[in-house]
């Protein structure tokens, strides 16, 4: 099982950039992903979540209406586009995956419920 974040890197206040977790040895198809983030010092958080059957996407509130999960299962990649970026959207962003989250009861967003996860990339917002 494999997970590979890109799309990471430097952007100034009200910026955007499209995050991509790129899914190998494991069927994608079958497979919520989550995506988290870790700022210096601070505890990973969950930030978003979307289901194997691609329904209600799961946000939390502090990315409500600036962030989109999607999912191209053809392309075993899943997106995470960022607009309105604001400096303290600053971490590394990790996508996880696993087979039994559900995503819409928001409980998709708890670490501790993912088996598989990336090694992350590194979002800068600069104010």
């Known amino acids: 099982v494999h997970l590979v974040e890109s799309g990471g890197g430097l952007v100034q206040s009200g910026g955007s950039l499209r995050l991509s977790c790129a899914a190998s040895?494991?069927?994608?198809?079958?497979?919520?992903i989550g995506w988290f983030r870790q700022a210096p010092g601070k505890e990973r958080e969950g930030v978003s979540c979307?289901?194997?059957?691609?329904?209600?996407?799961y946000y939390v509130d502090s990315v409500k209406g600036r962030f989109s999960i999607s999912r191209d299962n053809s392309k075993r990649t899943v997106y995470l586009q960022m607009n309105g970026l604001k400096p303290e959207d600053t971490a590394v962003y990790y996508c996880?995956?696993?087979?039994?989250?559900?995503?819409?009861?928001?409980?998709?967003?708890?670490?501790?419920?993912?088996?598989?996860w990336g090694q992350g990339t590194q979002v800068t917002v600069s104010s």
């Open positions: 040895g494991f069927t994608l198809d079958y497979h919520a």
């Open positions: 996880a995956a696993d087979y039994s989250v559900s995503c819409p009861d928001g409980t998709g967003i708890y670490d501790y419920r993912y088996d598989y």
């Open positions: 979307i289901s194997s059957d691609d329904e209600r996407p």
